[in-house]
Structures are given as structure tokens and as C-alpha cells.
């Protein structure tokens, strides 16, 4: 009977809190929330548990406390839930609530990508897309990574205890030293990034977008290149002992350091061809898309250019718009003539098929802007649009 009454009053202060996060019946109450969150978490409830959890890492109802967060989802985690795992896995990796763990944040999020679902029922894949636009890499991408391979003894051992080993020509130490000054946010500027996207701690429904969350840096940049400086010195001395997983972090540090005019001279090499390397759109997108991400003019107008006429990537208007006008508003001459001519002549429902998104109605008052913004920088394609244009009254 005592068992009963301890269930029920444990349910009894889950349903409590979820009337004062929701405001049904009660004064919505936040804190509140969180303190009857906890107290049932702390009795077991698992529902509770990881709501107590992500109200601490965005700090909704208290200060933010990484720390706190952390011991939730580990608690969680243990019962096999996908979306702790998920959220361990940032935070290892990022170094929320604990010392950055880059092996360890990895196994995390392998180890609930082995369930084959992230975030219960949300299909993570057409959400992403939906978002983004962008066709992502399998969810399999980063289980072959060989940095998941290593032993894993050396997931918990300390700097001093990595660096004893290391001085015995450990290289499986050498290498681990070397992620300890790297996190998630490092990968994150290559095609790895798409994990971070998997693994952040995302709110059932609190509403909360975690999605930015994961590129809030707790680092200045300085920093940053300082200990991407160590992780090099370590990973170097790896890579000279023959480790394959120092060779692939380094691929992402050297990546991780590019800047937008960087990807967008490779992009434009796959784009033509050019430099040795072999032609194709896929690869060109895939640079532009990181130039653009960077800020570059050019890049964003052409990864917008690729999404506009489905080069290399899953045709987008809605995507070719948002890049082309990010150019155009770092006055960009080429991304002010596409815009003229997406306003133009608009989508065309006979040719657009099923495979495109995004909308963008014709407006001819718009066309003429962009075009005549785009003679005035320059633009002779532009010039011969809008003369067409006029003349036809």
C-alpha cells in the first residue's frame, strides 16, 4: 500500500509541474516546475527526469546549470533514453557541466543512433532537410569514424594520466590528448557537423530552439585556436606513429581553420573542374555552403544559384532566396540579377514537380529593383533583363 501511495504521489508531482510549465488551471510557474521536476526525478520519474534536465540547460525556470543538466540526463540515459543519450553526447563533447570529451561525447551519440530514432517520434531526417534545405549524410556518417574505435579505457583518464602515457609512446594517448583540446564545435565546421544537429538538446515542447543553441561559443576565438594549437601538437605526433584517427582529426582541424574565400576557391575548383580535381556539383555545393555559412559574398550567391536551378542539391527557392539576398545585401551584383529573375518569372508550377520547395511569387516591381540595383553595379545580364522588360511597356 505504501508502494501505491509513493507511486501516486511521485505521478501526483510530475502532473503538478506539468500544469505550472503549461499554465493549465494554475499561474504558469516556471520554477515552480523545475522544483517538482526534480522532485520526482529524484524518485525515479523518467518523464521528470529529463524534463529537469533540459529545463536546466537553457535555464528555464533557474540560471542555466550545465552541471545539474548533466546529472539528469545521465540518470536518464542509464534507462536507455535516445534523447538523453543524444544530449550527453553535445555535452561531453562541448564540455556543458564537465571537461570537453570529445571520445566520449562521440560514443554517446553512436550509441543512441544505434536505436535508429533521435527525439522519440520526430523524424530527425525530414525535419532537417525541412530546416536546411540541404540533403544530409547518412545517419551511419560518423559511426565509421575511426576516433569511436579507440579503447575505451582512455575515455576517463586525466590530462596528467594521458600525458604519462603519451610520454611512453602511447599513441592511442597521444591522439586522445589531442581531442581533449578539441570539441564538437571543431567538427562542427565540417560535414561531421550534421551530429551536432542529431545530438542537441532539443525540448519536447517547451518551445525552446536548440538547434542555435549548439553555436552560443563559451570560447573567444583566441582560445579557440590555442587549443586547436595543442590538439595539432598532439595529433601531429599521432599521425607520425602511423594513427589513423589522427590523420582524420587533423583533415578536420585544417578544415575547421578555412575561411569563407577558402571553400568558396574549392568550391569553384569542383564547380569547373579545375586544380586536379574532377568535376562535380555536389562537392562544389558543399564548399559554397560552408563559404556562405562564413559570411562570403560570392559563396552565398552561389550555393542560392545552385538552390535556384537544383545543381548538386534538392531545388529550394525558398532556400535560393534567403542566400541570394544575404549577397545582395553585401551588394553583390551576380545574387541582385538572380533575385530579378526569381521575381520575374516566379515559380512554374508545370516545371516544379514534387521534388521542389520553398515559393516565390512573381512580382515584377521587385524584378525591376533587383535588376536596376544590380546595372548599377555593374551587371550587363542585368541590363539586357531590364531593357526586355521596359520595352515590352
Not at 542529431?198 to 549548439?214: C, V, Y
Not at 606513429?241 to 578536420?252: F, N, Y
Not at 569542383?270 to 574532377?278: A, D, V
Request: aromatic share 10%; charged share 30%.
Amino acid at each position: 500500500m505504501a508502494d501505491n501511495y509513493d507511486k501516486d504521489s511521485i505521478t501526483a508531482a510530475y502532473d503538478l509541474a506539468t500544469m505550472y510549465k503549461e499554465g493549465k488551471t494554475v499561474e504558469k510557474n516556471l520554477a515552480e516546475a523545475l522544483r517538482l521536476y526534480e522532485q520526482a526525478a529524484e524518485s525515479g520519474h523518467k518523464d521528470a527526469e529529463y524534463y529537469a534536465g533540459i529545463m536546466n540547460y537553457y535555464g528555464s525556470g533557474t540560471e542555466r546549470n550545465y552541471s545539474r543538466a548533466l546529472k539528469w540526463f545521465q540518470q536518464l540515459a542509464k534507462s536507455g533514453d535516445v534523447d538523453a543519450q543524444c544530449a550527453l553526447g553535445v555535452m561531453f563533447g562541448c564540455g556543458q557541466g564537465t571537461e570537453p570529451n570529445l571520445i566520449k561525447g562521440l560514443r554517446w551519440l553512436v550509441r543512441a543512433s544505434g536505436k535508429n530514432e533521435f527525439h522519440n517520434s520526430v523524424n530527425i531526417l525530414e525535419d532537417y532537410i525541412e530546416k536546411t534545405g540541404d540533403e544530409p549524410y547518412s545517419v551511419d556518417t560518423y559511426k565509421d569514424m575511426e576516433i569511436v574505435k579507440i579503447p575505451k579505457k582512455y575515455d576517463n583518464m586525466s590530462i596528467d594520466a594521458l600525458k604519462a602515457l603519451a610520454d611512453k609512446n602511447d599513441i592511442n594517448a597521444l591522439c586522445v590528448l589531442g581531442t581533449r583540446y578539441m570539441t564538437l564545435k571543431d567538427i562542427a565546421a565540417t560535414d561531421y557537423w550534421f551530429i551536432l544537429y542529431l545530438g542537441t538538446p532539443i525540448d519536447r515542447d517547451l518551445g525552446i530552439d536548440g538547434d542555435n543553441e549548439l553555436y552560443k561559443s563559451e570560447l573567444s576565438e583566441i582560445q579557440k585556436k590555442e587549443n586547436r594549437d595543442i590538439a595539432r601538437k598532439y595529433l601531429e605526433q599521432a599521425k607520425k606513429a602511423g594513427h589513423q584517427t589522427a590523420v582524420e582529426l587533423l583533415e578536420i582541424l585544417d578544415d575547421a581553420d578555412r575561411d569563407g574565400n577558402a571553400y568558396y576557391t574549392i568550391g569553384r575548383e569542383y564547380l569547373l573542374g579545375e586544380n586536379g580535381k574532377e568535376k562535380s556539383y555536389e562537392q562544389a555545393a558543399k564548399y559554397f555552403r560552408r563559404a556562405a555559412k562564413r559570411g562570403h559574398p560570392k559563396g552565398q550567391t552561389a550555393i542560392g544559384k545552385m538552390y535556384q536551378y537544383g545543381d548538386g542539391v534538392r531545388q529550394h527557392y525558398g532556400k535560393a532566396l534567403k542566400w541570394l539576398e544575404m549577397a545582395a545585401k553585401q551588394n553583390e551584383p551576380e545574387a541582385m540579377y538572380e533575385l530579378g529573375v526569381l521575381y520575374q518569372f516566379g515559380e512554374i508550377p508545370e516545371l516544379r514537380g514534387d521534388t521542389v520547395s520553398g515559393h516565390v511569387r512573381k512580382d515584377t516591381k521587385k524584378a525591376l529593383m533587383w535588376y536596376e540595383r544590380a546595372v548599377s553595379c555593374g551587371n550587363k545580364d542585368a541590363q539586357k533583363q531590364l531593357d526586355g522588360m521596359l520595352n515590352k511597356g
